[in-house]
């Protein structure tokens, strides 16, 4: 027996999961493969009794939530079937994420929230089975919290208010929701209203027993939300306190995703399940359809602005992939080669809207660079202290921007996931695919 304890036996801060596969190099019988459900690729060159990582550049994780840092486009978040991970170098590798100095992986068991701070730099928040890990910058660490009682199985979408980040929202639904066509389990919506360290629920009679599959925060007002869920769209605009179902868009059909300008408060685009892409311009009185270009029937999963030009929308689908839009949301145009897998579930795109992240169910990370260019890393500052100024956020640039500073690393070991790099030209609208091959 070379596996021992609760499981962990493979790379340090990885969860390794469940072997499925094991092959052994045939001129050596220490050097020994093993591929897991729920892992990754691991090599061991002693028999068995130590391992390191072989799958950076692996893309067969599923990916339910991805996020990128709004201070640096080489930074990214994913969460997903397999726990949690993040890469400093644009997907190119992955490291699992843990405490510095400790090597047990912090995110086990399914996770599928992830997202970033856009104003105070390094504050993360990621969430799954088995709560909520926060990352304060003064503290240097991941802290743990709890959800409340009534908040359950776990974690499906993460959102901070633009315009107020210690307000943050999130709702509920269990990971097969999240990465395949079902309805299983989920139920409420939960706000913090101190940057992440206490939790409230916030959902009404109206959540019973609904899948929250995503939340859209208005860009001025912090109290108003929009939740998309199995049993439709609804709103509040008192951060909870009374919710209104949407039913000039859905009358009991599930919205899937919802998105608001970060320019117009009152543009809203959402997604129906297996109806396709609607448009409101009045907070979501009435809508029109947004299908020119895209999949009859669609199953939308997420929907991004370009922070710079936000006339520039992106949206994932389930069945088809990734599209984009350059007059708002009215017209689309498949951004398809490349995409080895089209399994889109979910999208963020960088705060310089130069580089685009897509997680897929099954095929892992994959990356577009609208400008022809890798993002660049940037040099690490030193973590805030409680004494400090908060770093303010990154102004939009019109040009390609130049290295800036970024929020500290967590450290890790390499990991399960990884990321096909394809970048996009825009002259003429040529593209070109380019595969970092780790």
Request: proline share 8%.
């Amino acid at each position: 027996q070379v596996s021992v304890g609760s499981g962990q036996w493979g790379p340090p801060a990885v969860r390794t999961g469940w072997p499925i596969d094991l092959q052994c190099d045939p001129r050596d019988p220490d050097r020994v493969f093993a591929n897991n459900y729920s892992g990754g690729n691991f090599l061991s060159e002693d028999g068995g009794r130590t391992w390191a990582n072989a799958s950076s550049g692996y893309s067969g994780a599923q990916i339910i939530g991805v996020a990128v840092d709004p201070f640096n486009p080489a930074r990214v978040f994913a969460v997903g079937r397999s726990g949690g991970w993040y890469s400093e170098d644009g997907g190119t590798t992955w490291n699992g994420l843990h405490d510095p100095g400790d090597d047990t992986p912090l995110a086990g068991g399914e996770w599928g929230g992830i997202a970033f701070d856009p104003i105070r730099q390094n504050h993360i928040i990621a969430a799954g089975q088995n709560g909520i890990l926060v990352w304060f910058p003064e503290g240097n660490r991941w802290e743990q919290m709890n959800y409340p009682s009534n908040f359950y199985p776990e974690t499906s979408v993460i959102v901070f208010a633009p315009s107020d980040t210690d307000v943050i929202y999130a709702g509920s639904a269990n990971h097969n929701t999240m990465v395949h066509d079902v309805y299983e389990q989920g139920h409420g919506i939960m706000a913090s209203h101190d940057g992440g360290r206490t939790w409230r629920e916030i959902s009404g009679e109206e959540f019973r027993d609904a899948l929250v599959t995503d939340l859209a925060v208005s860009p001025t007002d912090p109290q108003v939300l929009y939740a998309a869920t199995s049993k439709g769209l609804f709103k509040t605009l008192n951060g909870g306190g009374k919710w209104t179902k949407i039913s000039a868009l859905s009358s009991g059909e599930p919205v899937r995703t919802v998105a608001v300008s970060p320019a117009e408060p009152e543009k809203l685009l959402a997604g129906i399940s297996g109806k396709g892409l609607f448009i409101s311009r009045d907070g979501g009185l009435s809508w029109s359809r947004a299908s020119a270009g895209l999949e009859p029937n669609g199953n939308h999963r997420d929907i991004v602005f370009d922070p710079v030009n936000p006339i520039v929308v992106y949206t994932s689908d389930i069945s088809s992939g990734v599209y984009r839009s350059e007059d708002g949301g009215e017209t689309w145009v498949k951004l398809g080669q490349g995409l080895t897998h089209r399994a889109a579930t979910s999208l963020s795109i960088s705060s310089d809207g130069l580089h685009l992240y897509a997680g897929t169910a099954g095929g892992g990370v994959f990356r577009l660079d609208l400008n022809g260019q890798p993002p660049a890393s940037a040099p690490v500052p030193e973590p805030v202290s409680p004494t400090q100024t908060e770093s303010q956020p990154m102004p939009a640039p019109t040009e390609k921007p130049e290295s800036t500073p970024v929020p500290g690393s967590t450290g890790g070991q390499p990991c399960l996931s990884g990321a096909v790099l394809l970048p996009l030209v825009l002259a003429g609208w040529v593209w070109r695919r380019r595969r970092n091959d780790g």
